[in-house]
């Protein structure tokens, strides 16, 4: 009996030690294809650019015309403000524009702010 314990501790504690499954730029740029319809290089285009929106102050681009709402959040687009915009944007930023209702798999989050990252 002792033994079976210490077999299921050294897999619970092997559990709650190794990291979760590393998030995947890959995927995220798989996801990501869905964002680009809207965040192009372009003038006329729908959302703003996201090559190096990390580090920026939300509503930033002197050429995009962001909502009233994305000019007073006064973020910056850091790992965890991304997270939380593209999981719920209207909770983030209540007002905004973006007609997306958000990401429910924190996996998928995690893997477009890996490829977020890289987008550059």
């Not at 897999?11 to 294809?33: C, I, Q």
């Not at 009233?68 to 999981?87: F, G, S």
């Not at 007002?95 to 987008?119: A, C, Q, S, W």
Request: overall charge neutral; charged content about 30%.
């Amino acid at each position: 009996m002792r033994d079976v314990l210490i077999v299921i501790s050294s897999a619970v504690l092997a559990a709650l030690v190794t990291p979760a499954a590393a998030a995947d730029a890959e995927h995220g740029k798989a996801l990501f294809v869905a964002c680009a319809a809207c965040h192009q290089e372009k003038p006329d285009a729908l959302g703003p650019s996201l090559k190096g929106v990390l580090g920026r102050k939300s509503g930033a681009l002197d050429d995009f015309r962001y909502s009233n709402p994305m000019k007073r959040a006064n973020l910056v687009w850091d790992e965890a403000a991304l997270r939380e915009y593209i999981a719920d944007p209207q909770a983030k930023v209540k007002g905004n524009r973006m007609p997306f209702d958000g990401l429910h798999d924190p996996k998928d989050v995690d893997d477009i702010v890996e490829y977020i990252k890289t987008y550059k």
